[in-house]
């Protein structure tokens, strides 16, 4: 049975079972396979895609930060020249353009003060006992015939003031750490003079910061400096800087100016009377004109990008190529949008309002260009309406009104609104009853005792002490005493006192309806000598009026928009005396509102990363797909291999079967071999 069918099917090794069955599961693989492949590999270039955009337009939205900000379109330069006498130190963006001399008559110097107590060793204790108070403030000298001579203090009201209260076992050294360790321009050294070590305190420079030091017990003697004690020596006095600008002397306290020529910060080096150094000041367009050229560069490089993304090109052989995303609904409208926006007006801007003024163009191929001759006559002789285009504007028709942009007004609609203000902000007071006398509080001792309690925080119980034969001397005094105060410090909550008629008045320096000032406590003699025994308290009142026809929320002297207006998001700070009906505006300018775009494009929940999450979602469908199709593969060939492993059996079995039957006709009885 050579050609039995067992033989014909190879009969236990004719067949490759395994091999047969991967080629047809691959088979049945196949096309679902390459589809969900082709798919896979489709996605994953959008996403490489979506990311080359995001790069893209963020590059972009960085060339649109110079523009965003105003101050790039008041650009300064300045020219000095060279001179060891001041030295340039900052240029703001708004100096004030002109030609200036500068002579510098005198520099400014600390007053330095050193103890006429010394000790051999900085660090033993001392054995003194007692407390140092230390003021800042102006002397006066019995000049010209006693210059070193003092006659008078008047204690600065700005400055801050320390007592040190001094132990047995503090040293020379411990003394100076404790003074150092005050919040205050009080500097103290310990100095090795002649194999002794002595004491040296410092205050910060000029005339007003002059130091005066008393103590209340002997023992300290030679730490004082006051008009009738005063055995420390003077090494330096408080000297202010004498500046003249175009011949007008001006005085400073320090040597680091930023407030003569408006916008310019310099130092002052030396002095060198008559000497003149000449420099200007001039508006530097070049920084803006150079941002527009960028944008410009930038714009045409965003725009290639998105078009080779979105569009269809032809490659080096002129064949015809899809970008990435040109069947991308959502890149398009994207970049339609940037495009739009390029055409369009700016919003809030009235006239000259569009690219298109600059000399900005769009080419026929969508890519921008500059119009040399129309852009340099904008440039030149319209540079304050380039700025408008560009830059946010805020403006309002009266000057007690300053329109500033918050923290909210990423959604405020650019235009003109109008206002009313009809309550005025107002800081609280109290005002003495009675108008000024004399004060003594020596000559008539008593209880000079007071507390003020300033927008809710009232101070330590503070004392007057001295004499005051002016208002402008108490003034001065109780200004000093209250500001001084540990508690209102802390809360930085401050008064200005001031004399309105012939009474004195404490004055918060905050507005509105959380602004008080009261006395919480007040001595008998203080009550009656200092004339506030019948004060009169005003708590302050905050702004109050409409914007666009609606109810503003009054804050102090801060009026804001009603809650999602169109204008909420813009702060009003009305100054105290302003009434009445107004008008303002807003722009956020072209690159406020292209950063804006684009921020809303590059948002967490924005265009792109919705695009994205959609197109990841479908990613993680595949890998599903994926799975599925691979279980599927898998039984099918489990379910083949056990049919063709069945088959095995059945042909090993035939094949045994076959082999039994060989020779079974010669062994039948009654047959004869075939030989």
Same mark, same amino acid.
């Given at each position: 049975?050579?050609?039995?069918?067992?033989?014909?099917?190879?009969?236990?090794?004719?067949?490759?079972?395994?091999?047969?069955?991967?080629?047809?599961?691959?088979?049945?693989?196949?096309?679902?396979?390459?589809?969900?492949?082709?798919?896979?590999?489709?996605?994953?270039?959008?996403?490489?895609?979506?990311?080359?955009?995001?790069?893209?337009?963020?590059?972009?939205?960085?060339?649109?930060?110079?523009?965003?900000?105003?101050?790039?379109?008041?650009?300064?330069?300045?020219?000095?020249?060279?001179?060891?006498?001041?030295?340039?130190?900052?240029?703001?963006?708004?100096?004030?353009?002109?030609?200036?001399?500068?002579?510098?008559?005198?520099?400014?110097?600390?007053?330095?003060?050193?103890?006429?107590?010394?000790?051999?060793?900085?660090?033993?204790?001392?054995?003194?006992?007692?407390?140092?108070?230390?003021?800042?403030?102006?002397?006066?000298?019995?000049?010209?015939?006693?210059?070193?001579?003092?006659?008078?203090?008047?204690?600065?009201?700005?400055?801050?003031?320390?007592?040190?209260?001094?132990?047995?076992?503090?040293?020379?050294?411990?003394?100076?750490?404790?003074?150092?360790?005050?919040?205050?321009?009080?500097?103290?050294?310990?100095?090795?003079?002649?194999?002794?070590?002595?004491?040296?305190?410092?205050?910060?420079?000029?005339?007003?910061?002059?130091?005066?030091?008393?103590?209340?017990?002997?023992?300290?003697?030679?730490?004082?400096?006051?008009?009738?004690?005063?055995?420390?020596?003077?090494?330096?006095?408080?000297?202010?800087?004498?500046?003249?600008?175009?011949?007008?002397?001006?005085?400073?306290?320090?040597?680091?100016?930023?407030?003569?020529?408006?916008?310019?910060?310099?130092?002052?080096?030396?002095?060198?009377?008559?000497?003149?150094?000449?420099?200007?000041?001039?508006?530097?367009?070049?920084?803006?004109?150079?941002?527009?050229?960028?944008?410009?560069?930038?714009?045409?490089?965003?725009?290639?990008?998105?078009?080779?993304?979105?569009?269809?090109?032809?490659?080096?052989?002129?064949?015809?190529?899809?970008?990435?995303?040109?069947?991308?609904?959502?890149?398009?409208?994207?970049?339609?949008?940037?495009?739009?926006?390029?055409?369009?007006?700016?919003?809030?801007?009235?006239?000259?309002?569009?690219?298109?003024?600059?000399?900005?163009?769009?080419?026929?191929?969508?890519?921008?260009?500059?119009?040399?001759?129309?852009?340099?006559?904008?440039?030149?002789?319209?540079?304050?309406?380039?700025?408008?285009?560009?830059?946010?504007?805020?403006?309002?028709?009266?000057?007690?009104?300053?329109?500033?942009?918050?923290?909210?007004?990423?959604?405020?609609?650019?235009?003109?609104?109008?206002?009313?203000?009809?309550?005025?902000?107002?800081?609280?007071?109290?005002?003495?009853?009675?108008?000024?006398?004399?004060?003594?509080?020596?000559?008539?001792?008593?209880?000079?005792?007071?507390?003020?309690?300033?927008?809710?925080?009232?101070? =330590?119980?503070? /004392?007057? $002490?001295?004499? @005051? #034969?002016?208002?402008?001397?108490?003034?001065? *005094?109780?200004?000093? +005493? &209250?500001?001084?105060?540990?508690?209102?410090?802390?809360?930085?909550?401050?008064?200005?006192?001031?004399?309105?008629?012939?009474?004195?008045?404490?004055?918060?320096?905050?507005?509105?309806?959380?602004?008080?000032?009261?006395?919480?406590?007040?001595?008998?003699?203080?009550?009656?000598?200092?004339?506030?025994?019948?004060?009169?308290?005003?708590?302050?009142?905050?702004?109050?009026?409409?914007?666009?026809?609606?109810?503003?929320?009054?804050?102090?002297?801060?009026?804001?928009?009603?809650?999602?207006?169109?204008?909420?998001?813009?702060?009003?700070?009305?100054? =105290?005396?302003? /009434?009445? $009906?107004?008008? @303002? #505006?807003?722009?956020?300018?072209?690159?406020? *509102?292209?950063?804006? +775009? &684009?921020?809303?494009?590059?948002?967490?929940?924005?265009?792109?990363?919705?695009?994205?999450?959609?197109?990841?979602?479908?990613?993680?469908?595949?890998?599903?797909?994926?799975?599925?199709?691979?279980?599927?593969?898998?039984?099918?060939?489990?379910?083949?291999?056990?049919?063709?492993?069945?088959?095995?059996?059945?042909?090993?079995?035939?094949?045994?079967?076959?082999?039994?039957?060989?020779?079974?006709?010669?062994?039948?009885?009654?047959?004869?071999?075939?030989?």
């Amino acid at each position: 049975m050579d050609n039995s069918i067992v033989s014909a099917l190879g009969g236990g090794s004719g067949i490759d079972t395994t091999s047969l069955v991967k080629q047809l599961v691959d088979v049945q693989r196949a096309p679902q396979q390459q589809r969900l492949d082709s798919k896979k590999e489709t996605l994953e270039t959008q996403i490489s895609a979506y990311g080359t955009l995001k790069s893209s337009l963020s590059e972009f939205q960085n060339l649109l930060s110079p523009l965003s900000n105003s101050d790039t379109f008041k650009a300064r330069s300045v020219s000095i020249p060279d001179t060891t006498i001041i030295t340039a130190n900052t240029l703001a963006a708004d100096a004030q353009v002109g030609n200036y001399q500068v002579q510098v008559e005198e520099v400014a110097q600390q007053h330095s003060l050193v103890s006429s107590y010394t000790a051999s060793d900085k660090d033993a204790a001392a054995g003194l006992t007692g407390n140092l108070t230390i003021k800042l403030g102006a002397w006066t000298y019995d000049e010209p015939a006693n210059p070193d001579d003092l006659v008078s203090f008047a204690e600065n009201e700005n400055q801050t003031g320390l007592t040190i209260e001094i132990s047995a076992d503090d040293s020379l050294q411990g003394i100076a750490d404790k003074i150092n360790a005050e919040e205050s321009d009080v500097q103290a050294t310990v100095l090795l003079v002649d194999g002794n070590y002595q004491l040296m305190m410092s205050s910060a420079s000029g005339k007003n910061n002059a130091l005066e030091v008393t103590a209340d017990n002997t023992d300290l003697d030679g730490f004082q400096f006051n008009a009738t004690t005063h055995l420390m020596t003077e090494t330096q006095k408080g000297v202010d800087a004498e500046v003249k600008i175009n011949g007008l002397s001006v005085f400073r306290e320090t040597n680091e100016v930023d407030d003569v020529v408006p916008g310019l910060s310099f130092s002052l080096n030396k002095a060198s009377p008559g000497e003149k150094i000449t420099f200007s000041i001039t508006e530097d367009k070049g920084t803006a004109e150079q941002s527009v050229r960028d944008f410009v560069e930038g714009y045409n490089s965003l725009f290639n990008t998105m078009n080779s993304l979105t569009g269809v090109t032809r490659d080096e052989e002129n064949n015809l190529t899809s970008g990435d995303l040109s069947r991308d609904g959502s890149a398009k409208v994207l970049m339609t949008q940037i495009r739009n926006m390029i055409g369009s007006s700016v919003p809030g801007v009235d006239t000259f309002n569009a690219l298109t003024n600059v000399g900005i163009r769009t080419t026929l191929d969508g890519t921008l260009e500059i119009i040399e001759d129309d852009f340099q006559s904008a440039m030149d002789d319209r540079f304050t309406e380039v700025a408008a285009i560009f830059a946010p504007q805020t403006s309002a028709s009266v000057t007690g009104v300053d329109v500033s942009i918050g923290s909210y007004a990423v959604n405020t609609v650019p235009g003109t609104y109008s206002g009313t203000i009809t309550t005025s902000p107002t800081k609280g007071s109290v005002i003495a009853g009675d108008d000024f006398a004399a004060v003594d509080t020596v000559l008539s001792p008593g209880d000079y005792t007071f507390a003020v309690t300033v927008n809710g925080t009232t101070t =330590e119980t503070l /004392t007057l $002490d001295g004499n @005051f #034969n002016t208002a402008e001397e108490l003034r001065t *005094e109780l200004q000093s +005493l &209250i500001n001084n105060d540990t508690n209102l410090k802390a809360s930085n909550d401050f008064i200005d006192v001031v004399i309105e008629g012939d009474k004195i008045k404490l004055q918060s320096r905050v507005y509105g309806s959380d602004s008080k000032v009261e006395f919480s406590a007040v001595g008998a003699q203080f009550d009656d000598n200092v004339l506030f025994n019948n004060p009169t308290e005003t708590t302050g009142v905050d702004a109050a009026g409409t914007i666009n026809g609606e109810a503003a929320f009054g804050a102090g002297d801060v009026l804001l928009p009603k809650l999602d207006s169109d204008p909420y998001g813009l702060n009003l700070s009305i100054q =105290e005396g302003t /009434t009445g $009906d107004f008008t @303002f #505006n807003f722009s956020r300018g072209f690159a406020g *509102e292209m950063t804006r +775009l &684009i921020d809303q494009f590059l948002a967490s929940d924005g265009t792109i990363s919705i695009r994205e999450d959609s197109i990841n979602n479908q990613l993680t469908g595949i890998e599903d797909d994926q799975t599925e199709l691979d279980r599927k593969m898998e039984k099918l060939n489990d379910r083949l291999t056990a049919q063709y492993i069945a088959m095995e059996r059945i042909i090993s079995s035939l094949q045994t079967t076959g082999s039994s039957l060989d020779g079974l006709a010669d062994r039948l009885p009654f047959t004869a071999s075939n030989n």
